[in-house]
Nanobody, 121 residues
């Protein structure tokens, strides 16, 4: 029932910027954390950034100081602002929200469909 819809991916030149958005729909009681992952061809899926409801965020070393994750619980939506993009940032980016759909309910990881980010000149 809970679905994540991503947008904002595309082709960008090195040094450019993109802003990814991921909007959730469905019955969500609580969002425990939100995050962005990416997977490049032939590589493992890796955590890019995550944020908890209190605003604390974590970043992969490879993107720290270039990417910023933020969330809007009112919509709810998670964003990833990507600046100073490098070719090695090229990957399919997936958003994730760990949610509960009822009080005291189990936590579930809900994933977006993935959006392609290509950094190339």
């Amino acid at each position: 029932q809970v679905q994540l819809v991503e947008s904002g991916g595309g082709l960008v030149q090195p040094g450019g910027s993109l802003r990814l958005s991921c909007a959730a729909s469905g019955s969500i009681r609580s969002i425990h954390n939100m995050g962005w992952y990416r997977q490049a061809p032939g590589k493992q899926r890796e955590l890019v950034a995550s944020i908890i409801s209190g605003g604390m965020s974590n970043y992969a070393d490879s993107v720290k100081d270039r990417f910023t994750i933020s969330g809007d619980n009112a919509k709810p939506t998670v964003y990833l602002q990507m600046n100073s993009l490098k070719p090695e940032d090229t990957a399919v980016y997936f958003c994730m929200m760990e949610v509960s759909t009822r009080n005291g309910g189990r936590r579930y990881n809900v994933w977006g469909q993935g959006t392609q980010v290509t950094v190339s000149s």
